[in-house]
């Protein structure tokens, strides 16, 4: 693997998982530069340019020392890089595990089959609907992950349809977050409760802890 193929990455950090089957867990994560969409809630838009050159071997230095085995490549849109492949094929063979947070528009087949996908289906609220890859969901495995990122109960009554049209809770895990600030989250739990979903609910942990701030 060439591991002086460069990334504009715009940081990596230190936190705990907020989000996924993984929330709590101390994980180190790799945010890339840049994104083709322009979700309406978007909280890195601070991703979208700038950043530094590293290469997959600076990365890996960099990483060791937070002494974790979770490493989370996150944007932006990470795939949006073609040598995001590359990044994540290395850091499966240095044995970390690693998930992939990806927008769900770009084609993720190329992926390496031990990173973990976890995969937004964007709603109207977002803006971005018409940017669902559907074809991605045949490369979805058991160990992925889909999330719909709701701004109301507009988006949540969307949500159920198109599990249920596209039988998206034989998949692979489906998790529903509230959009911070925006969507309140016990609306969102009596909803689940409601409807009976096969669904896990979650509320970003990081921003409980410690609200928007940068790095965390």
């Known amino acids: 693997m060439p591991k002086t193929t460069t990334l504009r990455v715009s940081e990596v950090f230190f936190s705990l998982q907020g989000e ?37 071997a600076a990365i890996l230095t960099q990483i060791v020392d937070y002494e974790t085995h979770y490493v989370t490549v996150t944007g932006g849109e990470p795939l949006a890089q073609k040598a995001c492949l590359e990044l994540l094929a290395a850091l499966c063979d240095a044995k970390y595990f690693v998930s992939l947070e990806t927008s769900g528009a770009l084609d993720v087949s190329n992926v390496d089959p031990r990173v973990s996908k976890v995969m937004d289906v964007k709603t109207p609220g977002s803006g971005e609907v018409t940017k ?39 998949i692979c895990p489906i998790l529903f977050s509230p959009v911070h600030g925006k969507l309140d989250p016990t609306s969102l739990a009596n909803w689940v409760l409601r409807d ?15 609200d928007d701030e940068p790095g965390r």
């Open 20 to 56: 996924s089957s993984r929330i709590g867990l101390p994980t180190v994560f790799i945010r890339l530069t840049g994104c083709p969409l322009r979700c309406g809630y978007c909280d890195t838009a601070y991703a979208f340019s700038g950043g530094e050159n590293k290469s997959i």
């Open 132 to 170: 669902n890859n559907w074809s991605n969901l045949i490369h979805l495995t058991a160990q992925d992950e889909l999330k719909f990122v709701l701004c109301d109960e507009t988006d949540y009554q969307w949500a159920v349809q198109t599990i249920k049209q596209r039988n998206l809770d034989q």
């Open 196 to 210: 009976k979903l096969p669904v896990r609910m979650q509320i970003q942990l990081h921003k409980l802890l410690w």
